[in-house]
């Protein structure tokens, strides 16, 4: 019998077999597909070793896709190592929950045939997938979902494609809009809105809509696909109403980059009494479920869709199986979006502090003005700083050069509940990009 059970083996997963293993209890982990999940198979990874070859320089674009494979293919070798290291059991195959009371049963359908695993408590870590949006036509090979499309040669090893269409207007379309563009394709993103990357400051989303312009990437508004059709010339037909009508995008691919919605069937789950809905497995803040011993992490839960958020629920459900104490703090979670440049926060915005009737308290400062900016060549963006009246830092967002490096230290400030003044005063390095920071901290110091 083990102690843990963990199905799904991605950030979330892996984490928390590698946490319970090390803690000493004996473990498993069932994983499907191979180790390291969305996250390091068809998502993190895979788009951020293109994004530094394509947007970043680091590499050459001929050897891109390879140079992917071989980054996979090495930290999955490194997942499976520590799952060793920890005396973690791997089990290759796909499980179903077969009972949840008092022992937890799993059902596992591996290449040698199905057995049963039994434990004292379940960690269900199975992860997200993208929203299928019904219209005619989804299912052809031209129409790819943005959670699988990282692993198609045809756009990334290619010249075949050569005009791309991107539904949707959140971070996977995003990033995959940016680098498409620069790959020199031909690309459209079909907004189901008006927006852009809701979920930011409006400040960057300000300037993301300018510079999404500037790149010559074509945006329609409000656009709701009809249905899709092949043409004689290979190319595709995207048909759909749109603000200004009805409207024909002609392209050789459509990406479907909408929302990530929780796995909440195919694995017995809805026999169980374990209390979810549509949005996710429903947990208490030590990830706990209504069932004693069975607890939920990651993007299955519903919450923020982030491979590191997933990680530190993962410590939160171990610690509580071990009679600890963490729970993570979501508002102070870093975000990041790998654009040209690239967009990293924490934190709230400006409008939700003012909606929470917090006297808000606002510092910028500028990469123009930055000397190492300025010697990078990357002087676009800029590091916003809410604050509240006593200068407690709520949020920061950061639009330019390693935004996504930049944000680490804010976080640890919103976490930690620091003032501007506080953070501003710690002695920053120069010449160096973290200075905008500080910059921006000293706006909001009276
Ligand atoms: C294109 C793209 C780019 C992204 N970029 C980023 C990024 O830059 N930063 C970031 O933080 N997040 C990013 N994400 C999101 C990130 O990948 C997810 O938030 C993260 O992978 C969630 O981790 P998880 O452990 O909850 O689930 P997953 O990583 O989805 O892992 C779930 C695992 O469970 C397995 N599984 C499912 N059902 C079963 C079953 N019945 N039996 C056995 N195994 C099963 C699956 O095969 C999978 O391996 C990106 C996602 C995409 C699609």
Partial sequence: MYDVIVLGGGPGGYKAAELAGKAGLKTAIIEKEHLGGMCLNRGCIPTKAYYSDIIGGCGNIEDMWDKKV??????????GHLMKLNNVDVISGEGSIIEVNDIKKIEVKTEQGTEEIVGKNLIIAVGSKC????FENNHIDEVISGDYGVNREDLWNSDEVKSVAIAGAGVIAIEFAFMLKALGKEVTILKHSDQILRSCDKDIKRKIKSIIKKKKINTIDYFSIEKVEKQEDNSIIVYGDSKKGYQEVKCDRLVMGS????????????????????????????????????????????????????EYEAMAAIDTILGRDYTVDYDSVPACIFADPEIAY???????????????????AHFIANG?????????????????GDGKILGVHI???????????????????????????CVHPHPTLSECFKDALFNVVK
């Fill in 346 to 364: 924490a934190g709230i915005t400006e409008e939700e502090a003012k909606a929470r009737g917090i006297d808000v308290q606002v510092g910028r």
């Fill in 259 to 310: 929302s990530m919605v929780p796995i909440v069937d195919g694995y017995g789950l809805k026999d169980t009494g374990i209390e979810y809905s549509e949005k996710g497995i429903k947990v208490d803040k030590s990830m706990r479920t209504n069932i004693e011993g069975v607890y939920a992490i990651g993007d299955v839960t519903g919450g923020m869709m982030l491979a590191h958020v997933a």
């Fill in 131 to 134: 929203r299928e949006i019904d």
């Fill in 399 to 425: 639009m330019g050069p390693e935004a996504s490096a930049l944000i680490g230290e804010a976080a640890l400030a919103i976490y930690a509940g620091l003032t501007a003044e506080q953070v501003a005063k």
């Fill in 372 to 388: 190492m900016a300025l010697a990078m060549g990357k002087t676009e963006g800029f590091v916003k700083v809410i604050a509240d």
């Fill in 70 to 79: 071989r980054v996979v293919e090495t930290l999955r070798g490194g997942i």
